[in-house]
């Protein structure tokens, strides 16, 4: 694979929902009715709502920001904080159990990537803010029970103080790998996302999903629909794609040179 050595290759950052799944609309979004209902709370957030929401990172952060907007009287529960972590840890056990169940694929062109870049014995990362039990739940049920040990690092939730677009979780991943970000690259879907990545050094590419086709992605390497696989090309939103239409080790190679 031809690389500029200066900046080769050495490992690749997934960020999780909307780029490896589109997990939110259809999963993380009714596990989160599910959770309210099961707790006896009238809140319904539908797609739309939700599409709003998403700007806040994080399922708690989300759930307060939601109160404070939408339900300010909730605000003023005892134990508040503890509350909400009991809500999102049912919210969660929802989530997990819709992605058990098999219900959320992952998105083209990331099952054909992971595993080229693993025969290239080049490192996987994740780099997400959702919980970790989200990401280990996602990856045994679409790429088997010990895909989980594939990835050199899982960085996912609350194991940083600060969610993206704080750069936290992608510094804390570099830190972890041991790899300058000039030898990664990320792979993201959203404006918080890229904010945070590119904060953390980082080249990215973003294929953009349902919720974040509209966000200002200036700074990405590259916009694409999606990974592409050799059958269903992606197609390129914003940059240069060199005439490439999967994105492959070479190509992410070539982004980084
Ligand atoms: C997306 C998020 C997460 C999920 C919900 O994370 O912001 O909060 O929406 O998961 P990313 P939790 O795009 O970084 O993968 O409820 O577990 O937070
Ligand atoms: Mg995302």
Known sequence: MKTDMNNEIR???FDVD?????TERDGHRPAFNAAFAELGLT????????GKLLTITGGKERIRHYMEKYAPDELRRNGLNDWIAGLHKTKTRHFVALLDRGEIPLRPGVVRLIHQLREAKIKIAIATTTSPENVTALLKSTLGERSPDWFSVIGA????PGKKPASDIYLWV???LGLPARHCIAVEDSENG?????AAGLNTVITVSDYTRHQ???GAALVLSNLGEPTQPFAVLAGNAQ???WVDAEMLAELNS
């Open 11 to 13: 490992a690749v950052l």
């Open 18 to 22: 909307g780029t490896l799944a589109d």
């Open 43 to 50: 809140w319904d957030w539908d797609a739309e709502l939700y």
């Open 157 to 160: 939730g609350d194991i940083v």
């Open 174 to 176: 570099l830190d972890q």
């Open 194 to 198: 890229l904010i945070a990545a590119l």
């Open 216 to 218: 200002n992605f200036n």
């Open 243 to 245: 005439g490439r239409r």
